[in-house]
């Protein structure tokens, strides 16, 4: 389909030069999840791929905490391929409604493709990816790995959570952990017990390491 190959084009140059934990093999593999999720689920596969491709391209956390650079970039987009206002306010909707945001945010949109993408972005935080990610991230911003006397900070507003830089592995505890159950779709739950055990199995070797007892 024309549309999604230029959707792919279109974000692989925009996201030529973003931090590791966000570029086009971010979007890749939230694509990927996305149409293995959808296999079960009655949905728009356009709008579904469409979401996936576009839910990341201008994260706010890289353009100053701006949100409304995102829904921007992926209708001015979207409108040069003359694709129908309906689809576009779909994904829009996708895109302002996707992320995490400290686990108090209110979803003013609900859909089964939300959902789905929802579910495939969240797939990709947790995990081995998920670790190698968060790390990643953590080096970017030159956090602490850990730090015992810091504790984690639990149900932290929008801005707090935006604005934190406490060690990163209180991260796993904010927010990695809590993912498995907010999970929508029977598949993503599927997938996310199985990446959750993952990480715990990690969280037990990290400390057993940071003590000195294995």
Not at 9 to 16: A, G, H, N, P, R
Not at 20 to 40: C, M, P, Q, T
Not at 43 to 69: Q, Y
Not at 122 to 137: S, V
Request: overall charge negative.
């Amino acid at each position: 389909m024309r549309l999604i190959d230029n959707a792919i084009t279109f974000v692989k140059e925009k996201l030529e030069n973003a931090e590791g934990g966000h570029d086009w093999f971010h979007i890749e593999r939230v694509y990927k999840n996305s149409l293995l999720i959808a296999k079960d689920e009655d949905c728009d596969i356009t709008v579904v791929k469409l979401g996936a491709l576009l839910h990341d391209i201008a994260d706010s956390k890289f353009h100053d905490g701006d949100e409304t650079v995102g829904p921007r970039t992926a209708r001015a987009f979207l409108e040069n391929e003359n694709v129908s206002e309906e689809t576009i306010a779909h994904v829009i909707n996708i895109i302002e409604n996707i992320s995490f945001k400290g686990g108090n945010f209110e979803k003013k949109f609900n859909s089964k493709e939300l959902e789905i993408v929802q579910d495939a972005d969240r797939l990709d935080a947790i995990g081995a990816i998920g670790i190698a990610r968060c790390f990643n991230y953590g080096g970017f911003k030159n956090r602490a790995l850990y730090n015992p006397e810091i504790t984690p900070k639990f149900n932290m507003s929008k801005e707090e959570y935006k604005t934190s830089e406490s060690p990163t592995l209180n991260h796993f505890y904010e927010k990695l952990l809590l993912l498995k159950d907010k999970m929508n779709t029977s598949t993503g739950k599927k997938i996310a017990e199985a990446r959750h055990q993952y990480m715990e199995n990690f969280l037990s070797q990290f400390y057993a390491e940071w003590e000195g007892k294995k």
